[in-house]
């Protein structure tokens, strides 16, 4: 299977998802590697779940903002790529050798603190992923920034994508790929993986 885009899941917690996701051919599959998110994976679970997906690079997430925490996870976890929330722990987190993701909250932002933050951290990236921890609304004026910033930088888009737009996004933003989440599909709140399933489907190539 290929995909039109590259692609990255977030907060896989279980094999099936993962097994699914792999065979449509996405790009990245993320595991939560903090104890406290909900979306937590312990490590024996991650690496039985990491044996069986071939070709994806494995991502580990974490929220954490302490050097040591974080190189202690590495060391558990031995991720492809890590994904850190803290632009101010690239210059020490890139001595690891490891490709970094870098991710920001939209909602969290305003546009120029957007660019600040990709002027200043996005150097140590190998990619910026944007998501939203409340849904957002991605309305022209978001929209224009977006296509600006994906001319000067490698931006992942993880919020605001449906079955409806991504074929628009994907042609109006120009953005290296886009972030979908995958999590539970119990709890309450979260998308349904269904709508992944559907995305995934509509952005295979013919």
């Not at 907060?11 to 590697?33: I, K, P, Q, W």
């Not at 690496?47 to 690079?57: L, P």
């Not at 609304?137 to 931006?155: E, F, M, N, S, W």
């Not at 995958?182 to 349904?192: A, H, Q, S, Y």
Request: charged share 20%; with cysteine.
């Amino acid at each position: 299977m290929a995909l039109k885009t590259l692609v990255k899941i977030s907060n896989v917690t279980n094999l099936s998802d993962a097994r699914y996701c792999a065979g449509m051919g996405v790009d990245m599959l993320g595991f939560s590697m903090d104890t406290n998110s909900p979306d937590y994976v312990e490590p024996k679970k991650f690496n039985e779940i990491k044996a069986w997906v071939a070709g994806v690079q494995i991502v580990g997430e974490t929220t954490a903002t302490d050097p040591d925490v974080i190189e202690q996870l590495i060391e558990t976890y031995q991720p492809d790529l890590l994904q850190v929330d803290e632009a101010a722990l690239l210059p020490y987190l890139g001595t690891f050798g490891l490709p970094i993701i870098l991710r920001a909250d939209l909602s969290q932002l305003t546009l120029d603190q957007l660019d600040t933050l990709l002027l200043t951290g996005s150097s140590g990236a190998e990619y910026i992923l944007l998501e939203s921890n409340s849904p957002i609304h991605l309305d022209d004026v978001l929209k224009t920034a977006l296509q600006r910033l994906a001319a000067r930088y490698p931006i992942l888009l993880g919020t605001g994508v449906s079955v409806n737009n991504v074929h628009t996004l994907l042609a109006d933003l120009s953005v290296r790929g886009i972030a979908l989440t995958g999590g539970d599909e119990e709890r309450p709140g979260n998308k349904e993986f269904g709508e992944l399933m559907d995305i995934l489907e509509a952005i295979e190539e013919e």
